[in-house]
């Protein structure tokens, strides 16, 4: 950022105090669905593993085992749980700085909002990165199917 000179600072009225809290509500909303799928996701998880242990056959092998199910579930539980416990603690701040105006809660408050949308961005290019090789790698197996359907 670039040096302000002296020392300025950014008051907010009334309505900006009243569209923080409700921004703080929606989170707070967001964070607690957030929380309760995470917990639905471990919850099916075990159940899926627990299904796949109970009906596992010695002659059907499905390629993947019960701990690796609850593994790959465990993995997506964990990239979940940051954005939705950093949108929690915006939520928390962002409503004790509002009602007690102290300058130290909104920095917490915009901090873990900050945090939020750093987390969320660098998961959105890792993502999009996941694609763009997906892509890569399916045009390039084309290329090779192209002479199996002649045939001839």
Known sequence: ??????????????????????????????????????????????????????????????????IMVFVVVFVFMLIYFFPVLYLFRFSKHTANAVKTLDKQEMQNAFKYLRKYYVYIGILTIVVLAIYFVAAIIAGASMAFLKDMGTGI
């Open 1 to 66: 950022m670039e040096n302000i000179p002296g020392n300025r600072k950014i008051e907010l009225e009334e309505e900006a105090l009243k569209d923080l809290d409700t921004t703080r509500k929606w989170s707070m909303f967001l964070a607690i669905l957030g929380f309760i799928f995470i917990g639905l996701l471990v919850i099916g998880g075990l159940i899926a593993s627990l299904v796949m242990s109970v009906f596992k056959t010695q002659n059907a092998v499905l390629g993947i085992t019960e």
